[in-house]
T-cell receptor, first 113, second 115 residues
Framework: DQQVKQNSPSLSVQEGRISILNCDYTNSMFDYFLWYKKYPAEGPTFLISISSIKDKNEDGRFTVFLNKSAKHLSLHIVPSQPGDSAVYFCAARSNFGNEKLTFGTGTRLTIIP | KAGVTQTPRYLIKTRGQQVTLSCSPISGHRSVSWYQQTPGQGLQFLFEYFSETQRNKGNFPGRFSGRQFSNSRSEMNVSTLELGDSALYLC??????????????FGQGTRLTVV
């Protein structure tokens, strides 16, 4: 049972344009969401997070939007840069005191120069 | 501030052997979690330790075990290795506690190959 889904395995975006990565979840107990960027054979790098009490969080070029009623979140990268090419994972967590992350299957983002 | 350190980076073991992987969390972080990444299953949660106690466990067989020491360093052990245990094993540390949401930071991982 895949509780966190990233339905697009891959995405190609022109350099300078906006990249939008999507994530859906089914477990209504999830209340904290994180995005990670990952290169092959390396650990995920934390990008940005959002609590369920918010609907938007911004950090530089990265913005995460959360739509609780739709159980959907998205990561916007503006402007996209070649160094953004990587696999992006969304992850979700439920309840305070529980550090277990449930990950999506990832989206491979390729930025075209 | 040093990040999460995992040792060794690469390991080759034979079926039936056992292996121990090590993780040193970020200084001050009390929670350490372990994940397995495989091409077919993605990133799967193994277990989480907080203040030397296992606080949560994923759906893995008993061959997978772990522990945490008083300095928050953690080890995971896999006994009777199977070919399917070949994976990237990732450790994550977080501040945890205090009723606040905190981010988890990952180490570089240990690439285990079972032959």
């Amino acid at each position: 049972d895949q509780q966190v889904k990233q339905n697009s395995p891959s995405l190609s975006v022109q350099e300078g344009r906006i990249s939008i990565l999507n994530c859906d979840y089914t477990n209504s107990m999830f209340d904290y969401f994180l995005w990670y960027k990952k290169y092959p054979a390396e650990g995920p790098t934390f990008l940005i997070s959002i609590s369920s009490i918010k609907d938007k969080n911004e950090d530089g070029r990265f913005t995460v939007f959360l739509n609780k009623s739709a159980k959907h979140l998205s990561l916007h990268i503006v402007p996209s840069q070649p160094g953004d090419s990587a696999v992006y994972f969304c992850a979700a967590r439920s309840n305070f005191g529980n550090e277990k992350l449930t990950f999506g299957t990832g989206t491979r983002l390729t930025i075209i120069p | 501030k040093a990040g999460v350190t995992q040792t060794p980076r690469y390991l080759i073991k034979t079926r039936g052997q056992q292996v121990t992987l090590s993780c040193s969390p970020i200084s001050g972080h009390r929670s350490v979690s372990w994940y397995q990444q495989t091409p077919g299953q993605g990133l799967q949660f193994l277990f989480e330790y907080f203040s030397e106690t296992q606080r949560n466990k994923g759906n893995f067989p008993g061959r997978f075990s772990g522990r945490q020491f008083s300095n928050s360093r953690s080890e995971m052990n896999v006994s009777t290795l199977e070919l399917g245990d070949s994976a990237l094993y990732l450790c994550a540390s977080s501040l945890a506690g205090g009723g606040m949401n905190t981010e988890a930071f990952f180490g570089q991982g240990t690439r285990l190959t079972v032959v």
